[in-house]
């Protein structure tokens, strides 16, 4: 299993940009896949799930209204488009995957230990 974040850089506040996690050596459908981030000094945070099967996403209050998240399945590839960038923003973002649903029962996915798989980080950099 192997998961890889790519398309971090440096924006302006105002910015965008669009990151993608690629997936491979399972079988995409049956998970979900969540970004988190890491801003230096803080805790990972959950920033968004989606779920493979039928593309349905959650996001964390910081990201409602800037963030998007999508899949490609045919190309096992999640991307997450991040408009509006504030300076908080900045952060090392993380792609991981877990076996089922982003929500269930009621629960939604938001520890580090609700995930499977993890990919490397992508920096994200918002200054002027």
């Known amino acids: 299993v192997q998961l890889q974040a790519s398309g971090g850089g440096l924006v302006q506040p105002g910015g965008s940009l669009r990151l993608s996690c690629a997936a491979s050596?399972?079988?995409?459908?049956?998970?979900?896949i969540g970004w988190f981030r890491q801003a230096p000094g803080k805790e990972r945070e959950w920033v968004s799930c989606?779920?493979?099967?039928?593309?349905?996403?959650y996001y964390a209050d910081s990201g409602v209204g800037r963030f998007t998240m999508s899949s490609d399945n045919a190309k096992n590839t999640l991307y997450l488009q991040m408009n509006s960038l504030k300076r908080e923003d900045t952060a090392v973002y993380y792609c991981?995957?877990?076996?089922?649903?982003?929500?269930?029962?009621?629960?939604?996915?938001?520890?580090?230990?609700?995930?499977?798989?993890w990919g490397q980080g992508t920096q994200v950099t918002v200054s002027s």
């Open positions: 991981a995957a877990r076996r089922g649903r982003c929500r269930r029962l009621g629960r939604l996915f938001i520890n580090d230990k609700d995930y499977d798989y």
């Open positions: 050596g399972f079988t995409l459908e049956y998970y979900s």
């Open positions: 989606i779920n493979s099967s039928d593309g349905s996403t």
